[in-house]
């Protein structure tokens, strides 16, 4: 069974930095591209950001030049970095797995970002 536990929310003003950790078990970690999602308040659930197995990245545009995602597969967990944050960044953030033939996507708990003005 898949797990992912993030970690890292918090109450940041705006330009304030976070890092979010996302630890995972119960999959093969280094074969698995991970991603970090968001869901404010009223609001879809959208893709932040995403890190393939041996590294590639993609960013939504909102996140580009401000959010880096980073992965340590000994360590089985991805990371997000974020500078500059922004009162819309305020979201609850999640991890997930890319699905894959081997694995369908899951998804962490959450952790809540709020950036004040």
């Known amino acids: 069974q898949v797990q992912l536990v993030e970690s890292g929310g918090g109450s940041v003003q705006a330009g304030g930095s976070l890092r979010l950790s996302c630890a995972a078990s119960?999959?093969?970690?280094?074969?698995?591209?991970m991603e970090w999602y968001r869901q404010a308040p009223g609001k879809q659930r959208e893709l932040v950001a995403g890190i393939t197995n041996d590294g590639l990245t993609n960013y939504a545009e909102f996140a580009k030049g401000r959010f880096t995602i980073s992965r340590d597969n000994n360590k089985r967990t991805v990371y997000l970095q974020m500078n500059s944050l922004k009162p819309e960044d305020t979201a609850v953030y999640y991890c997930?797995?890319?699905?894959?033939?081997?694995?369908?996507?899951?998804w962490g708990q959450g952790t809540q970002v709020t950036v004040s003005s």
């Open positions: 119960g999959i093969i970690f280094n074969i698995n591209a």
């Open positions: 997930s797995n890319r699905p894959n033939l081997r694995t369908a996507r899951s």
